[in-house]
């Protein structure tokens, strides 16, 4: 690449969800590529087992309704996990209609085996921050986050110039 980078991300009329994507891009991207490679997950696959490690007993429409994912590409991964023997359906107690999603044994050992690289790879990439640094970005990563179904909900409209300004 003949461009610095800093060029292209400062350069872009998006630059903070631009250097955002990036960022996670550079984190995703070459470790569940390692993942899917080294144990034969999907990406789907990998974002439900980590999902379901941390709050278990949940919908798919959960895993869909958080990560953006489509629920076909999630209703793909349950099904597959469920093949695997990584996860197991019971139907809801008050909704029959409804089934929510379990992490079996298997699961939780699987998820312990990639997540340590995971750890490791998010230390890696926060090593350029001091810890001073690093508590601000945590705070306004939280910020940011907490904001987002307030934007999040507002329908995207392609060609729309509309823009906020803070007053």
């Not at 550079?26 to 997950?41: D, N, Q």
């Not at 490791?120 to 508590?135: G, T, V």
Request: a positive charge; proline letters at 4%; hydrophobic letters at 35%.
């Amino acid at each position: 690449m003949t461009q610095k980078l800093s060029d292209i991300l400062d350069g872009v009329s998006i630059p903070m969800a631009y250097k955002l994507g990036y960022m996670i891009n550079s984190y995703r991207e070459p470790s569940f590529r390692a993942i899917e490679a080294t144990y034969g997950l999907t990406r789907p696959e990998i974002l439900s087992l980590i999902f379901l490690r941390f709050r278990d007993g949940i919908a798919a429409a959960d895993i869909c309704d958080f990560s953006g994912h489509l629920k076909a590409n999630i209703s793909r991964a349950v099904t597959a996990l469920e093949k695997k023997g990584l996860i197991h359906r019971k139907q809801h107690a008050d909704d029959q209609r409804r089934q929510l999603l379990y992490i079996t044994k298997k699961g939780c050992d699987l998820h312990d085996l990639f997540m340590p690289g995971l750890q490791s790879r998010e230390q890696d990439m926060m090593e350029c921050l001091s810890d001073r640094e690093r508590i601000q970005f945590e705070k306004l990563l939280r910020k940011l986050c907490a904001n987002a179904p307030n934007w999040n909900s507002k329908a995207f409209e392609p060609g729309s110039s509309r823009m906020k300004t803070k007053q």
